[in-house]
């Protein structure tokens, strides 16, 4: 299913990342994976929350530089080798991973995936999730 992500610009600066949390947790907003990249001068914390709209307002209003961005969910057994028919599908089909990341529940895993076709993407993966 295709779902809204968060990308958050963050100066590299202790606290940073602590300011983001507290005030999704001040707005009850719910923080459900993240994953942050950063280089020497700025982090990129991306984020997978229960509000992505409401999550956008509240963080712009505190000067975060804030963008949505929609990115593909899918579900597999978190078991070995369950999500390579899923990215040998999107190979096969020619579609180019810009970046996952995963995180794993009740034997469950579930990955965020962006690429450069979202809407096909979602609609090969639809085809294999049990």
């Known amino acids: 299913m295709i779902i809204k992500q968060l990308s958050i ?75 390579s028919p899923a990215i040998d599908m999107l190979t096969n089909a020619g579609i180019s991973i810009e970046y996952m990341y995963a995180f794993s529940s009740n034997n469950r895993a579930k990955v965020v995936i962006r690429t450069n076709d979202i809407a096909r993407c979602e609609e090969l993966l639809l085809s294999i999730q049990d």
């Open 9 to 83: 610009f963050l100066n590299n600066k202790i606290g940073r990342f602590a300011d983001v949390i507290r005030i999704l947790a001040s707005e009850n907003i719910n923080l459900q994976a993240f994953t942050v990249s950063e280089s020497s001068d700025f982090g990129i914390l991306r984020l997978i929350v229960d509000d992505a709209d409401r999550a956008t307002v509240v963080l712009r209003d505190a000067s975060f530089a804030v963008s949505q961005t929609d990115v593909v969910l899918i579900e597999t057994p978190d078991t070995p080798g369950s999500l």
